[in-house]
């Protein structure tokens, strides 16, 4: 159990893991074990999504849903009609894409490109009208990794083109550090969803894991993922030094709310 408290620093999760045992097999949210958790819990009708697609709706033409991946924004931008690039680092998350698609009718699988590689440093050999990254993405990546995504973006951006991406802010600055709440999955799993954040924090710990695990001694698959934290202000300095002026602020949540998403609609400077 060394391991598993080491991984997680959340106060209440590591009390839960430590009730489990040697029976938590512990595992990040993108990998072959978390992958199909975190896919669960993926919604496809929130108010980033319905935002994203949305700001899409204005202009015509192809995306490139970048951290695509096992379809948030892919999916529901392919049943509006419109030609995706999917593209993602992890295996696992596109393998859970791939079997979306599979599941989808054959118009939507056509105009579906995958691609496995590094948002910070992609060449896809085309431009487009627009180009997505959703909340926590851009947290996946250092300040080297961020300057390598926007030299991307603008390299893949058509004339005209925009950079649609949301950003995670703390809401709550009185709020407690540490919050829990059960969550229920699309195919009917209850989770126990864990959060550490204090306030000011430049990170935060994330934790999942099944409400009600079996009754006997198998292994319980935990989640856990510490995630980096950028404020607003900072993330606007970085595309402005890059080449990126913002056009629109849309605040996604409402006040007060723990968790303050910001979708940020971007252009090319002139």
Known sequence: MSNATSTVETTLAARRIAELSDRARVCGLYD??????YHDLATYDDPETRALLTAVRAAPGPVLDLAAGSGRFTLPLLATGREVTALDLSTDMLALLRTGLDRAPASMRGRCTVVQGDMSRFALGRTFPHVLLGTTSLSLLDEDGRAGLYRSVL???SDGGRFLLTVLERGDD???DETF???TGAG???YELYEHWP???DSRAVTLLPAEPPQDDSPVTVCTDRVAVIDLPRLEEELAASGLSITSRQLLSPPGERHRVTLLTTEASR
């Open 155 to 157: 390299a893949h951006l």
């Open 174 to 176: 009185d709020g407690p």
């Open 32 to 37: 072959a074990l978390g992958a199909p958790m």
């Open 188 to 190: 009917g799993t209850v």
């Open 181 to 183: 709440v059960q969550v």
């Open 199 to 201: 306030a000011g924090a």
